[in-house]
């Protein structure tokens, strides 16, 4: 175990006696991280003795940031308690009761792989066919169904936590502000416009924000489970539909030069068919106007968090990021809604 798994080990397994009232609970066996986080530090684990309820592989998530952990306790606890697909939070707490002075939760391991588990562009190219019959109808059924939990329990629970509930116009002008202190003009320019365009308005429903194929996790049963609830925000259902078909549309996937016109041409295909999908699940047609507004938002979103990599000397290790694999791709996609000549970074 390195220093650095054995000090969180130490301060989770203190939390965990507090939290569960028994002073003697210990590890069954050491706990291991586990990858595929950007924000987050994430540690699976079982307890030896476990008391009710915490039997089995668990999970502890790592927080930097307190507000943002708040929030996502309360979106993936309240969605849960509404039967939704989501593991069941078991423990939560701010940084001052956290691991290493951090926010964390913990919750039950959620079985299943990835849509795209293990496959890298070459083999993804080869997958194709079979992406294109699923991928889309997955994560269009998912969230559909997100999008018809009742809002109020996470509004009343945000409320209770003292957050303030996430919304777009707090988003944007958000956005606007960093850009903004960025010295980044194009992409202030680019939300003032999106904030002066906004779309006839839509009902506020319950959305994931960063719904993606690597925070859907399928079993073998065909039984879905949604990750990763850090994005999620009180919004009309066609931002989370912006996000998932650019992500789909502009595919995350590192591939030779040769190849990338045959991916993006697939990921257009994909974009539509996850949109027409979502279509048939929710019973409603999607604006399109809207629809290209909301993935303004999205790209505003992605580059303006690649500026602050950027600006931090951070870029460097990023490679793999979708936001940084795609820039580009956003970057054409946001001039061509608005006008404005903007840079990938």
């Known amino acids: 175990m390195t220093d650095r798994m054995s000090t969180l080990s130490t301060g989770l397994l203190s939390v965990l006696r507090r939290?569960?009232?028994?002073?003697?609970?210990?590890?069954?066996?050491?706990?291991?991280?586990?990858?595929?986080?950007?924000?987050?530090?994430?540690?699976?684990?079982?307890?030896?003795?476990?008391?009710?309820?915490?039997?089995?592989?668990?999970?502890?998530?790592?927080?930097?940031?307190?507000?943002?952990?708040?929030?996502?306790?309360?979106?993936?606890?309240?969605?849960?308690?509404?039967?939704?697909?989501?593991?069941?939070v078991l423990a939560a707490g701010g940084p001052a009761e956290g691991v290493d002075g951090r926010a964390f939760m913990v919750m039950t391991l959620a079985e299943g792989?990835?849509?795209?588990?293990?496959?890298?562009?070459?083999?993804?190219?080869?997958?194709?066919?079979?992406?294109?019959?699923?991928?889309?109808?997955?994560?269009?059924?998912?969230?559909?169904?997100?999008?018809?939990?009742?809002?109020?329990?996470?509004?009343?629970g945000l409320d209770a936590a003292g957050v303030a509930r996430p919304g777009l116009d707090t988003m944007l002008e958000s956005l606007r502000a960093t850009a903004d202190a960025l010295g980044r003009e194009d992409l202030a320019a680019a939300a003032v416009w999106l904030q002066a365009h906004r779309p006839t308005s839509e009902a506020v429903v319950v959305c994931h924000g960063d719904m993606h194929p690597f925070n859907l996790l399928v079993d073998d049963r065909g039984a879905t489970t949604v990750l990763d609830w850090s994005a999620a925000m009180?919004?009309?259902?066609?931002?989370?539909?912006?996000?998932?078909?650019?992500?789909?549309?502009?595919?995350?996937?590192?591939?030779?030069?040769?190849?990338?016109?045959?991916?993006?041409?697939?990921?257009?295909?994909?974009?539509?068919?996850?949109?027409?999908?979502?279509?048939?699940a929710a019973g409603r047609p999607v604006d399109r106007a809207s629809l290209a507004w909301h993935q303004g938002v999205v790209c505003v979103r992605a580059l303006v968090e690649v500026a602050g990599w950027v600006a931090a000397d951070t870029i460097e290790g990023?490679?793999?990021?979708?936001?940084?694999?795609?820039?580009?791709?956003?970057?054409?996609?946001?001039?061509?809604?608005?006008?404005?000549?903007?840079?990938p970074r």
């Open 234 to 280: 009180l919004a009309p259902g066609t931002y989370d539909l912006g996000f998932t078909s650019l992500v789909v549309g502009a595919p995350p996937l590192v591939v030779p030069r040769a190849l990338r016109p045959v991916i993006a041409a697939a990921g257009r295909a994909l974009s539509r068919r996850f949109i027409r999908a979502y279509e048939r």
């Open 113 to 156: 792989q990835p849509l795209l588990a293990g496959l890298d562009g070459i083999r993804a190219l080869a997958e194709l066919p079979s992406l294109a019959r699923r991928l889309p109808v997955t994560l269009a059924t998912v969230l559909a169904e997100l999008h018809r939990l009742d809002p109020a329990p996470i509004e009343n």
């Open 19 to 88: 939290v569960t009232g028994d002073a003697q609970l210990a590890f069954d066996g050491a706990p291991v991280a586990l990858t595929g986080g950007f924000w987050a530090e994430l540690v699976t684990f079982r307890l030896a003795d476990p008391p009710m309820g915490w039997a089995g592989p668990l999970v502890a998530r790592v927080m930097p940031d307190a507000a943002t952990a708040a929030k996502e306790t309360v979106f993936q606890a309240e969605v849960a308690n509404q039967n939704f697909a989501t593991p069941p």
């Open 318 to 343: 990023r490679d793999g990021h979708p936001w940084v694999i795609a820039g580009a791709a956003f970057a054409a996609r946001l001039h061509g809604l608005t006008r404005v000549e903007v840079t």
